[in-house]
């Protein structure tokens, strides 16, 4: 399966932005995010249906992630940015439905797009 992640650019802190990844298929998706000498992490995890999710800790209640399984696409919707939320961001997918934040549990991979957060 092919990912197309899109959305990232330069913000200012507090600003907002959205996100957009496709992928055709019956796939659990996941958001991770790579800053400068940082590993990789999970911000938003979600099942095939669309009925759970994961949050990591540093963006619940600013990012939330949706799907529209039509569609095939999922979003992550980021608000209340800040300057630590700069990263290259992926979306992720994988052939179980049920969600998971484990990086290595993921098959499939897009490009990444970076996000910039200005003070």
């Known amino acids: 399966v092919q990912l197309q992640a899109s959305g990232g650019g330069l913000v200012q802190a507090g600003g907002s932005l959205r996100l957009s990844c496709t992928a055709s298929?019956?796939?659990?998706m996941g958001w991770f995010r790579q800053a400068p000498g940082k590993e990789r992490e999970c911000v938003a995890a979600m099942n095939w249906s669309g009925a759970r999710t994961y949050y990591a800790e540093s963006v619940k209640g600013r990012f939330t992630m949706s799907r529209d399984n039509a569609k095939n696409t999922a979003w992550l919707q980021m608000n209340s940015l800040k300057p630590e939320d700069t990263a290259v961001y992926y979306c992720?997918?994988?052939?179980?439905?049920?969600?998971?934040?484990?990086?290595?549990?993921?098959?499939?991979w897009g490009q990444g797009t970076l996000v910039t957060v200005s003070s």
């Open positions: 298929g019956r796939y659990s």
């Open positions: 992720a997918a994988r052939r179980l439905t049920y969600m998971s934040a484990v990086e290595s549990e993921y098959e499939y």
